[in-house]
């Protein structure tokens, strides 16, 4: 199995408040994502990295901010939580982007 | 955009049966991947392809790039293959598409 961690697991959190996940990995693979999935869509995409401090934008990236500032940490941050952020979050790893892609084992956010 | 559409959405086979579940896309791709999810949530792949077949036990996956068609079949279906299978496409700028899943349910 790939070395991918993610943490917290799982967390309720108020309306309005910061929530910052955080993605590890031991692969030192180059790419790493985060995607959101809720009941009736695909996994989406909400940010991504090739290299730290490089980052882009997913299509679902309102309200979210990330950071890279190790190869093997990727962060994301919920500005300011919403209800309609209360979903499954995966990170995501890959060693280019025409490889096999390795996922965590996701984080339930409840914002409430 | 490449829209993913997976079929069927919902699959129900008896112990050892054959198990068929199709993925279709709308532009060119240069890879695809077959995932799967079980309870729980973990995702795993199973697959990545960019033409013909691949096969791991039990698991068979195809590519059509002409007709833009990819298909996972399972042999001797066993309750442990119960899971969502996703599909996903690499196309464009290096950007990734997922189907919708197919849920798959072996009964015993």
């Known amino acids: 199995d790939a070395g991918i961690t993610q943490s917290p697991r799982h967390k309720v959190t108020e309306t309005g408040t910061p929530v910052t996940l955080r993605c590890h990995q031991t692969?030192?693979?180059?790419?790493m994502y985060w995607y959101r999935q809720d009941p009736g869509h695909g996994l989406r995409l909400i940010h991504y990295?090739?290299?730290?401090?490089?980052?882009d934008k997913g299509e679902v990236s309102d309200g979210y901010s990330v950071s890279r500032s190790k190869t093997e940490d990727f962060l994301l941050t919920l500005e300011s939580a919403t209800s309609s952020q209360t979903s499954v979050y995966f990170c995501?790893?890959?060693?280019?982007?025409?490889?096999?892609?390795?996922f965590g084992e996701g984080s339930w956010l409840t914002v409430v | 955009k490449n829209e993913v559409e997976q079929s069927p959405q919902n699959l129900t086979a008896q112990e050892g049966e054959f198990i068929t579940i199709n993925c279709s896309y709308s532009?060119?791709?240069?890879?695809l991947h077959w995932l799967q999810q079980h309870p729980g949530g973990g995702i795993v792949s199973l697959f990545m392809l960019s033409s013909g077949k691949k096969k791991h036990g039990r698991l068979i996956a195809t590519i059509n790039i002409q007709e833009k068609h990819s298909s996972l079949h399972i042999t001797a279906s066993h309750p442990r293959d119960s899971a969502v299978y996703i599909c996903?496409?690499?196309?464009?700028?290096?950007?990734?598409?997922f189907g919708k899943g197919n849920q798959v349910v072996v009964i015993p």
């Open positions: 996903a496409v690499l196309y464009g700028n290096n950007r990734l598409a």
């Open positions: 692969e030192n693979h180059r790419y």
């Open positions: 532009v060119g791709i240069s890879a």
């Open positions: 990295s090739y290299g730290v401090k490089d980052t």
């Open positions: 995501a790893i890959s060693a280019n982007r025409a490889n096999t892609i390795y």
